[in-house]
């Protein structure tokens, strides 16, 4: 690790190498917060989404369209979370010692993870708005087999467009790039590259994501209003509108996720396209990674079934006989 000394010597990642790029001088004291920083936020990542991934894969109840979107998002912020230690000794050591090929691997992997909860943030605004803009067609137009393929799409897509990115800007063979010095690993991309990644990988399913929730929350806004008319009319509320309006709540709540994703994302990006400090990248770098470790809580803040699955699996219940079917509904719950 790259100490500070006493004499404050320039210190090289490959000492032997003359075009070794310089290391990032720090104290120990630093070093240490930081990788505890890290080690912590990668642990929790991993066990809560690990939690999620199993209540949704054990307990029937909860194999709906809407969850397996949750499920995808959950396995991307889980990986994320098992790439933070690499990610963490990367912008720490500021040094690359796993090689050219694994630089480019990796550099693919974070795109894809990062490029498929975007998209999976998509697929739960489409999910959401056609459960709430046109509940009569919801059980026709998404179905368990469809999401699913539409899952996996989202996957292939954003792994081939991520190869094709990585391979035409030469990051598998750092030594074709004479703008990066021996052992750097990171993506370094023009202008124009970066203004039509921002386009197309941000603001457009930005765009799509932000337009379905203002129709979704308009909608939502109307069914209330009818709801609470009913209600002080002094008839009934039908079956059909408490399920509208347990719609409402789910809708309200992944609006939650997608928020919190944005308020994430959004300061970063404004920052990579200007002229901004390596050190204030790296602080926004980790704000972007810190979210795959807040959705999580957003489901134990919101959804009930969450903190009910939690208790059965850390209490080992689910290895009971028939636990995969207990009914973890309450009455008029989603």
Not at 43 to 53: D, H, P, Q, S
Not at 133 to 140: G, R, W
Request: with cysteine; hydrophobic share 45%; net charge positive.
């Amino acid at each position: 690790m790259a100490y500070e000394t006493e004499d404050h010597e320039t210190q090289y990642c490959f000492p032997a190498i003359n075009s070794s790029c310089i290391k990032g001088k720090r104290s120990r004291h630093e070093y240490n917060i930081m990788y505890v920083f890290v080690s912590l936020l990668s642990v929790w990542t991993v066990f809560l989404n690990l939690l999620v991934i199993i209540s949704i894969s054990h307990f029937k109840k909860l194999h709906t369209p809407t969850n397996q979107i949750i499920l995808s998002l959950a396995v991307s912020d889980l990986l994320m979370g098992l790439a933070m230690p690499i990610e963490g000794t990367r912008l720490i050591e500021t040094c690359w010692y796993f090689g050219d090929t694994f630089c480019g691997l990796y550099l693919l992997f974070i795109a894809v993870l990062l490029s498929t909860s975007l998209g999976n943030l998509v697929l739960i605004a489409i999910d959401r708005y056609v459960a709430v803009c046109h509940p009569l067609l919801y059980p026709q137009k998404i179905t368990t087999t469809k999401t699913a393929i539409s899952i996996c799409l989202s996957w292939v897509c954003s792994s081939v467009c991520n190869t094709a990115s990585v391979i035409n800007n030469g990051y598998f063979d750092t030594s074709l790039r004479t703008d990066m010095c021996y052992g750097e690993c990171s993506v370094i991309m023009g202008f124009a590259w970066r203004i039509t990644d921002l386009l197309m990988s941000f603001i457009f399913p930005c765009f799509l994501i932000i337009t379905s929730y203002l129709r979704i929350f308009h909608v939502v806004r109307q069914q209330v209003k009818v709801i609470n008319s009913l209600m002080k009319g002094g008839k009934c509320v039908m079956e059909g509108s408490v399920r509208r309006k347990s719609e409402s709540k789910a809708a309200l709540t992944l609006g939650i996720i997608v928020t919190v994703y944005l308020l994430c994302w959004i300061p970063y990006y404004i920052c990579s396209i200007s002229v901004t400090s390596s050190t204030t990248i790296n602080v926004l770098t980790w704000v972007v990674y810190t979210n795959s470790g807040l959705n999580p809580l957003i489901y134990a803040l919101f959804y009930p079934w969450f903190k009910k699955t939690v208790k059965h699996i850390l209490t080992l219940k689910i290895f009971q006989p028939a636990s995969s079917r207990v009914n973890i509904f309450t009455e008029h719950q989603l």
